[in-house]
């Protein structure tokens, strides 16, 4: 017997926003689905309507012929579906065993059997082979492996229909290939398997059909096989954006050296030596945990310098805080959103002037047409998905999320003069990615200095002038964008020193 | 959609977790004007209301220093300490030592924005938990105060009488012999620190280290200023209270204020200041203390005997707050957090 998932007529309104209208489609075991559209196109909300989270106003939901209707999380979880989600849900403080056997703790006497849950830990992890302890709370984990856990987690449910909401966005190679071998080996035992990402190669690499939605509507189910990347580009954006990087009109004149890194040494990087230029796009490559994020805390003075010393345009500088780091003129629009980067219940408003109360100011009180001012300019320079300034970011999508700290970071309230962006285009579309790369360029031209980490290879290959490869808290090599090319910065990426 | 604007200050307010007390205090004072009657009184007259809103002025400067505080995450479970701690100190230095009134009211102030500044170092330097840090510090404000409150025979007084005029007054003057000044006091602390907290940078950052401390360090907002300056008010707010209560009932007393500390704490809570911060406002705030005594004036007025008001009360508060869980509950599924 074929095993299916259908769902028809799902149509789901938030207030200002109507999120899904009228999508249908079937997803059969044994294959891959991808769900691909862009930022606020539907695709959490879909998937949040499949795990429980969310009522849809209509529609129906059928697994193999039985009709599925949910009151709460729990109930579809009993009904084999299991969703992995784009923002993570661990509970931090508690081990990573507890977190992956959340609901079913196995006990024994009436006591938490912790050997049984260690051992059974234990062989999930091994399975995945992945240097994880399972006793170790999950907050000590590098978000890449907390993510893992968060898929380990659905993996042990053995559930029918697994859906995964951009799983790759916070994993290096590493974790991506051990996670596609998973897809893979779940594929063979026929499961139902949903897939989101704004990656296309990832999407030719692991699917086999692929469902379009646009602004809530189903656009289209092709076999991925029989389309390619011009043509999903064009069913998810509606026009043609071309090649993203052979278009990019980039920076060709440099500058005075702006910044000046001397052999810094920090908790987690060791005797860091790199400069920069205005207007020059300086890239950093490397595996999770190489360091690069350490770096520039420390530059920006949100972590402690143990040794080096740091040079900004010629005068040294000691940050004390991030304020001071702010004052001076640099940027750094951090890689981790939820923890880092946002408030999350408040408004893009309060949001993107947070850095700038001071510049928006009317004595005594805030200049509130000032704020909606720039607020209103970051909505439209990266056409965020809302319908008014004040609403709150939890409800915004994964992507345009990471708008609004895009939009905080390079607001007309700024006078940048380094731009450090970490993994900036995390969770965000191809058709903004495109924008993003031309803005990191722009800001160049102007005479800015701009750090663009990335651990998408291609990305940071072909956006930066220069690429650093860090590994293990050091520097292993560096390379001009001409003579870059993936092989060359993995080798660096991994290499013995 | 092309033009974003702001959704309006009144529909806000309506979607506020205010809205539904303020509803709640509009039936109230319904009910209670129609059952006063039965007990031969009147509940609707301007006197009920002022003496309310009297009721409401020493935990309402509390309330104003513990809300501002809980914004921004923080908690002070000092402050009532505090309070009691100022009375004592200004009956202490008036009626024993013979100090001129203000500067007992100075050293008693300066006192308590002591223990404030003591809270915000030990929270901020040393990294303790709120809870325990100000609960640490109210034991030892409350053995400091024993030994204030002990006098030359060795004898620990649980209350001290003092006599002046001036001081007396602080408390008990009425504006044309009706309307208490306290009452004008509180509204206008009221009113400044909601617009502080509502329409200023220094109330922006408040809600925004609520919200989420580390995003809120790291664009740059100086939360250790902030918090020296939230437990300061705080303890201050505390020594206002105690300033008025101890001029109202003209001693000072070792076991004042002990409830009005909760009051002033559920009232916040009430009014949508959350435990974990970053939301609720002066606003809320007010209106949960006005239900909160509104409520027990009006079963004064009705003829309640205490025993049945205390059970209601406590019946009230549990109703407001799962109402409030509840509401937050259907907010995050809406969201799907
Ligand atoms: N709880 C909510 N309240 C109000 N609006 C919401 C809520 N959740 C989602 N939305 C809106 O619904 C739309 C669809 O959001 P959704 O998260 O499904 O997009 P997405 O396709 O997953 O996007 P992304 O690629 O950015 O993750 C967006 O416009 C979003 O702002
Ligand atoms: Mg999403």
């Known amino acids: 017997m074929e095993q299916y998932l259908e769902l028809s007529g799902i149509s789901k309104a938030f207030p200002g926003v109507q999120a899904l209208k009228d999508v249908g489609f079937r997803a059969t075991g044994g294959k891959v689905l991808a769900l691909l559209g862009e930022n606020g196109a539907g695709k959490s909300t879909l998937l949040k309507i499949l795990s429980g989270d969310i009522k849809p106003d209509e529609g129906k939901i059928v697994l193999n012929g039985r009709e599925l209707s949910f009151r709460s999380p729990h109930d579809a979880l009993k009904s084999g579906i299991s969703v992995i989600y784009q923002e993570r849900q661990l509970m931090s403080a508690m081990s990573v065993m507890e977190n992956i056997f959340a609901g079913d703790i196995p006990v024994k006497n009436g006591i938490v059997d912790y050997k049984t849950l260690k051992r059974e830990t234990k062989k999930i992890i091994d399975q995945f082979g992945l240097p994880i302890d399972p006793e170790t709370p999950v907050m000590f984990l590098s978000i890449a492996h907390q993510q893992m856990v968060e898929i380990m987690k659905a993996y042990r449910r053995d559930s029918l229909v697994i859906a995964f909401d951009e799983p790759t966005a916070p994993l290096t190679d590493t974790e991506i290939e051990i996670l596609f071998n998973l897809i893979r080996r779940l594929k063979e035992q026929g499961k139902i398997i949903l897939?989101?990402?704004?990656?296309?190669?990832?999407?030719?690499?692991?699917?086999?059909?692929?469902?379009?939605?646009?602004?809530?509507?189903?656009?289209?189910?092709?076999?991925?096989?029989?389309?390619?990347?011009?043509?999903?580009?064009?069913?998810?954006?509606?026009?043609?954006?071309?090649?993203?990087?052979?278009n990019l009109s980039r920076n060709d004149k440099y500058g005075d050296v702006l910044l000046e890194v001397n052999n810094l040494t920090t908790y987690a990087v060791h005797d860091v030596s790199f400069s920069l230029r205005k207007g020059e796009v300086l890239g950093f490559a490397g595996l999770v945990g190489a360091g690069r994020t350490e770096v520039m805390r420390a530059i920006f003075g949100a972590d402690p310098i143990i040794s080096g010393e740091i040079k900004l345009e010629g005068k040294k500088v000691e940050f004390k805080t991030p304020k001071d780091a702010i004052d001076a003129g640099i940027a750094l629009c951090p890689e981790d959103r939820k923890e880092q980067g946002l408030v999350l219940w408040r408004s893009i408003e309060d949001n993107i002037i947070m850095p700038f109360l001071d510049k928006v100011r009317k004595w005594p009180f805030l200049d509130f047409k000032k704020s909606e001012r720039v607020t209103i300019e970051a909505i439209k320079k990266y056409d965020i998905k809302t319908p008014t300034i004040d609403k709150i970011v939890v409800e915004l999508s994964g992507g345009n999320q990471q708008k609004v700290i895009l939009g905080r970071w390079t607001s007309s309230l700024v006078n940048t003069k380094l731009l450090i962006l970490d993994e900036p285009t995390k969770g965000i579309d191809v058709g903004t990615k495109a924008e993003i790369y031309q803005m990191v360029c722009d800001l160049a031209k102007e005479g800015l200095g701009v750090i663009f980490i990335s651990s998408e290879l291609t990305e940071v290959i072909n956006v930066a002038d220069r690429i650093i490869v860090m590994k293990d808290g050091t520097i292993t090599g560096e390379v001009l964008r001409e003579e870059a090319t993936e092989e060359k910065v993995l080798a660096l990426a991994m290499a013995s020193n | 959609?092309?033009?974003?604007?702001?959704?309006?200050?009144?529909?806000?307010?309506?979607?506020?977790?205010?809205?539904?007390?303020?509803?709640?205090?509009?039936?109230?004072?319904?009910?209670?004007?129609?059952?006063?009657?039965?007990?031969?009184?009147?509940?609707?007259?301007?006197?009920?209301?002022?003496?309310?809103?009297?009721?409401?002025?020493?935990?309402?400067?509390?309330?104003?220093?513990?809300?501002?505080?809980?914004?921004?995450?923080?908690?002070?479970?000092?402050?009532?300490?505090?309070?009691?701690?100022?009375?004592?100190?200004?009956?202490?230095?008036?009626?024993?030592?013979?100090?001129?009134?203000?500067?007992?009211?100075?050293?008693?102030?300066?006192?308590?924005?002591?223990?404030?500044l003591v809270n915000a170092i030990l929270v901020n330097e040393l990294n303790m938990m709120p809870f325990i840090a100000t609960m640490a510090m109210s034991t030892v404000t409350r053995a400091v105060m024993m030994l204030i409150a002990t006098d030359q025979t060795g004898q620990m007084q649980g209350s001290i009488n003092y006599n002046n005029p001036t001081l007396t007054l602080i408390g008990n003057y009425e504006i044309g012999g009706f309307l208490p000044a306290t009452i004008i006091a509180m509204i206008i602390a009221f009113i400044f620190y909601g617009l502080l907290l509502s329409k200023t940078k220094f109330g922006r950052s408040v809600y925004l280290i609520g919200g989420n401390p580390m995003a809120a360090r790291l664009a740059g907002i100086n939360s250790k200023k902030t918090s020296y300056?939230?437990?300061?008010?705080?303890?201050?707010?505390?020594?206002?209270?105690?300033?008025?209560?101890?001029?109202?009932?003209?001693?000072?007393?070792?076991?004042?204020?002990?409830?009005?500390?909760?009051?002033?704490?559920?009232?916040?809570?009430?009014?949508?200041?959350?435990?974990?911060?970053?939301?609720?406002?002066?606003?809320?705030?007010?209106?949960?203390l006005l239900v909160i005594k509104t409520f027990n004036k009006g079963m004064t007025i009705i003829g309640a005997s205490s025993y049945v008001t205390n059970v209601l009360s406590g019946a009230l508060l549990l109703a407001a707050l799962s109402f409030d869980y509840y509401s937050q509950r259907r907010q995050r599924k809406r969201i799907g957090a």
Request: charged content about 15%.
């Open chain 2, 229 to 288: 300056i939230l437990f300061m008010n705080c303890s201050l707010m505390g020594g206002l209270a105690g300033l008025i209560y101890t001029s109202r009932v003209k001693q000072g007393s070792l076991s004042a204020m002990a409830t009005d500390q909760f009051t002033g704490l559920t009232a916040a809570i009430l009014g949508g200041i959350s435990f974990g911060g970053g939301s609720g406002g002066m606003g809320g705030a007010f209106i949960g």
């Open chain 2, 1 to 116: 959609m092309d033009n974003f604007t702001r959704i309006s200050t009144f529909k806000k307010a309506i979607r506020s977790k205010a809205f539904p007390l303020l509803i709640l205090f509009v039936i109230m004072i319904v009910l209670f004007t129609a059952l006063a009657p039965l007990n031969d009184a009147n509940f609707l007259t301007t006197r009920t209301f002022i003496s309310i809103l009297r009721d409401l002025s020493v935990p309402g400067f509390l309330a104003i220093g513990a809300g501002c505080l809980m914004v921004s995450g923080g908690i002070d479970l000092s402050q009532a300490t505090v309070a009691a701690m100022t009375g004592v100190t200004i009956a202490v230095s008036v009626g024993w030592w013979n100090l001129p009134w203000y500067a007992a009211v100075i050293i008693a102030l300066l006192i308590a924005l002591c223990i404030g």
């Open chain 1, 195 to 246: 897939y989101v990402s704004h990656r296309l190669k990832e999407i030719f690499e692991v699917t086999d059909e692929i469902v379009v939605l646009k602004d809530g509507r189903f656009v289209t189910h092709v076999n991925t096989a029989e389309t390619n990347e011009q043509d999903l580009i064009k069913y998810m954006v509606g026009r043609d954006i071309g090649d993203t990087y052979a």
